[in-house]
Protein backbone atom coordinates (compact mmCIF):
# COMPACT_ATOMS: atom_id res chain seq x y z
CA UNK A 1 0.00 0.00 0.00
CA UNK A 2 2.88 2.66 0.70
CA UNK A 3 4.39 2.04 -2.92
CA UNK A 4 0.94 2.59 -4.17
CA UNK A 5 0.45 5.60 -2.52
CA UNK A 6 4.24 6.45 -3.23
CA UNK A 7 3.28 6.07 -6.83
CA UNK A 8 0.55 8.07 -6.90
CA UNK A 9 1.97 11.13 -5.60
CA UNK A 10 5.09 10.59 -8.31
CA UNK A 11 2.85 10.33 -10.94
CA UNK A 12 0.29 13.32 -9.70
CA UNK A 13 3.80 15.49 -9.71
CA UNK A 14 5.10 14.05 -12.84
CA UNK A 15 1.35 15.15 -14.09
CA UNK A 16 2.05 18.26 -12.97
CA UNK A 17 5.47 19.58 -14.48
CA UNK A 18 5.11 19.83 -18.05
CA UNK A 19 8.08 19.98 -20.58
CA UNK A 20 7.38 21.51 -23.62
CA UNK A 21 9.47 20.31 -26.38
CA UNK A 22 10.67 21.78 -30.00
CA UNK A 23 12.35 19.76 -32.62
CA UNK A 24 13.90 20.71 -36.23
CA UNK A 25 15.68 17.72 -38.31
CA UNK A 26 17.00 17.82 -41.87
CA UNK A 27 13.76 16.57 -44.26
CA UNK A 28 16.41 15.07 -46.52
CA UNK A 29 17.90 12.63 -43.95
CA UNK A 30 17.29 8.95 -44.17
CA UNK A 31 16.36 7.94 -40.79
CA UNK A 32 16.51 4.30 -41.89
CA UNK A 33 20.06 4.99 -42.38
CA UNK A 34 21.03 5.11 -38.97
CA UNK A 35 20.64 2.05 -36.79
CA UNK A 36 23.64 2.63 -34.27
CA UNK A 37 25.02 5.54 -32.03
CA UNK A 38 27.07 6.19 -29.44
CA UNK A 39 27.84 9.57 -27.08
CA UNK A 40 30.57 12.24 -27.74
CA UNK A 41 34.00 11.66 -25.99
CA UNK A 42 33.76 15.26 -24.31
CA UNK A 43 30.20 15.88 -24.25
CA UNK A 44 29.61 18.36 -21.15
CA UNK A 45 26.25 17.94 -20.85
CA UNK A 46 26.06 20.52 -17.79
CA UNK A 47 24.44 18.38 -15.48
CA UNK A 48 25.18 16.68 -12.27
CA UNK A 49 27.18 13.35 -12.54
CA UNK A 50 24.72 11.34 -10.99
CA UNK A 51 21.93 13.29 -13.00
CA UNK A 52 23.76 12.86 -16.14
CA UNK A 53 24.20 8.94 -15.35
CA UNK A 54 20.40 8.74 -14.81
CA UNK A 55 19.86 10.43 -18.13
CA UNK A 56 22.32 8.24 -20.38
CA UNK A 57 20.83 5.24 -18.75
CA UNK A 58 17.18 6.22 -19.93
CA UNK A 59 18.50 7.26 -22.71
CA UNK A 60 20.28 3.95 -23.66
CA UNK A 61 16.63 2.25 -22.83
CA UNK A 62 14.39 4.28 -24.59
CA UNK A 63 17.09 4.19 -27.72
CA UNK A 64 17.57 0.07 -27.97
CA UNK A 65 13.78 0.03 -27.39
CA UNK A 66 13.37 1.77 -30.58
CA UNK A 67 15.90 -0.56 -32.47
CA UNK A 68 18.87 1.11 -32.20
CA UNK A 69 22.09 -0.34 -30.86
CA UNK A 70 25.50 1.18 -28.60
CA UNK A 71 28.71 1.03 -30.76
CA UNK A 72 31.96 1.72 -30.55
CA UNK A 73 31.99 2.64 -34.20
CA UNK A 74 28.38 4.44 -34.27
CA UNK A 75 26.13 5.90 -37.04
CA UNK A 76 25.45 8.79 -35.36
CA UNK A 77 26.65 10.44 -32.02
CA UNK A 78 24.47 11.75 -29.40
CA UNK A 79 25.69 15.47 -27.71
CA UNK A 80 23.60 17.05 -24.55
CA UNK A 81 23.49 20.60 -23.47
CA UNK A 82 21.71 21.23 -20.54
CA UNK A 83 21.51 24.91 -18.55
CA UNK A 84 19.15 26.11 -15.79
CA UNK A 85 17.40 29.21 -15.57
CA UNK A 86 14.98 31.22 -13.80
CA UNK A 87 11.85 31.83 -14.84
CA UNK A 88 10.30 35.20 -14.14
CA UNK A 89 6.57 35.58 -13.19
CA UNK A 90 4.05 35.96 -16.08
CA UNK A 91 1.15 37.89 -14.20
CA UNK A 92 1.26 41.06 -12.59
CA UNK A 93 -1.41 43.37 -11.55
CA UNK A 94 -1.08 47.06 -12.48
CA UNK A 95 -2.36 49.79 -9.85
CA UNK A 96 -3.11 53.29 -10.86
CA UNK A 97 -4.26 56.12 -9.62
CA UNK A 98 -4.57 59.67 -11.32
CA UNK A 99 -6.12 62.52 -11.09
CA UNK A 100 -6.95 65.42 -13.13
CA UNK A 101 -7.79 69.04 -12.73
CA UNK A 102 -7.75 72.32 -14.39
CA UNK A 103 -4.46 71.67 -16.07
CA UNK A 104 -2.76 69.51 -13.59
CA UNK A 105 -2.41 65.90 -13.62
CA UNK A 106 -0.75 62.86 -11.63
CA UNK A 107 -0.50 59.68 -11.31
CA UNK A 108 1.01 56.65 -9.84
CA UNK A 109 1.57 52.80 -11.56
CA UNK A 110 3.17 49.83 -9.58
CA UNK A 111 3.21 46.71 -11.18
CA UNK A 112 2.89 43.94 -8.21
CA UNK A 113 4.10 40.40 -9.88
CA UNK A 114 1.81 37.48 -8.62
CA UNK A 115 3.26 34.11 -8.14
CA UNK A 116 7.09 33.03 -7.77
CA UNK A 117 9.07 32.72 -10.23
CA UNK A 118 10.24 28.98 -11.15
CA UNK A 119 13.32 27.23 -11.60
CA UNK A 120 13.56 26.12 -15.19
CA UNK A 121 15.88 23.46 -16.98
CA UNK A 122 16.62 23.01 -20.66
CA UNK A 123 18.47 20.21 -22.17
CA UNK A 124 19.38 20.17 -25.73
CA UNK A 125 20.02 16.81 -27.70
CA UNK A 126 21.99 16.91 -30.92
CA UNK A 127 21.84 14.01 -33.29
CA UNK A 128 24.83 13.86 -35.91
CA UNK A 129 26.02 11.93 -38.51
CA UNK A 130 29.01 10.19 -37.82
CA UNK A 131 30.22 10.22 -41.33
CA UNK A 132 29.56 13.53 -42.36
CA UNK A 133 29.93 15.26 -39.34
CA UNK A 134 26.48 17.07 -39.65
CA UNK A 135 23.66 17.57 -37.17
CA UNK A 136 20.54 15.78 -38.64
CA UNK A 137 17.77 16.04 -35.80
CA UNK A 138 17.76 18.01 -32.74
CA UNK A 139 14.99 18.44 -29.82
CA UNK A 140 15.18 20.81 -26.82
CA UNK A 141 12.89 20.04 -23.67
CA UNK A 142 12.01 23.11 -21.13
CA UNK A 143 10.18 21.40 -18.10
CA UNK A 144 10.14 22.60 -14.31
CA UNK A 145 12.89 21.58 -12.27
CA UNK A 146 13.10 21.10 -8.27
CA UNK A 147 17.26 21.89 -7.15
CA UNK A 148 16.60 19.27 -4.04
CA UNK A 149 14.38 16.97 -5.14
CA UNK A 150 14.51 13.16 -4.17
CA UNK A 151 16.37 10.75 -6.61
CA UNK A 152 13.09 9.48 -7.19
CA UNK A 153 11.82 12.58 -8.30
CA UNK A 154 14.76 13.61 -10.14
CA UNK A 155 14.58 10.22 -12.20
CA UNK A 156 11.04 10.71 -12.76
CA UNK A 157 11.50 14.02 -14.42
CA UNK A 158 14.29 12.75 -16.54
CA UNK A 159 12.10 9.78 -17.76
CA UNK A 160 9.27 11.99 -18.29
CA UNK A 161 11.78 14.34 -20.67
CA UNK A 162 13.42 11.60 -22.50
CA UNK A 163 10.01 10.01 -23.23
CA UNK A 164 8.55 13.02 -24.30
CA UNK A 165 11.91 14.34 -26.25
CA UNK A 166 12.30 10.77 -28.28
CA UNK A 167 8.28 10.19 -28.84
CA UNK A 168 8.84 11.59 -32.32
CA UNK A 169 12.02 10.04 -33.04
CA UNK A 170 12.56 9.02 -35.91
CA UNK A 171 9.77 11.60 -37.56
CA UNK A 172 7.25 9.60 -39.74
CA UNK A 173 7.46 10.39 -43.08
Known amino acids: MRKFA????????ASCSSVRVNYDYDRATNF????TYNYFNDMDSGLSPLDEKRLLRL?????QVKGFLLAEEPDMFINILSN????????????????TGRNVGGGISVGLPLGRSGLK??????????Q???LFWKAV??????EGG????????????????????????
Open 6 to 13: LLLILGLL
Open 84 to 99: EYQELPQNNVGVGVGG
Open 121 to 130: RSIQFDLVDA
Open 141 to 146: SESNFK
Open 132 to 134: KDA
Open 150 to 173: TPIMREQQLRNVVSKVFAKFPPEK
Open 32 to 35: SNYT
Open 59 to 63: LDSTM
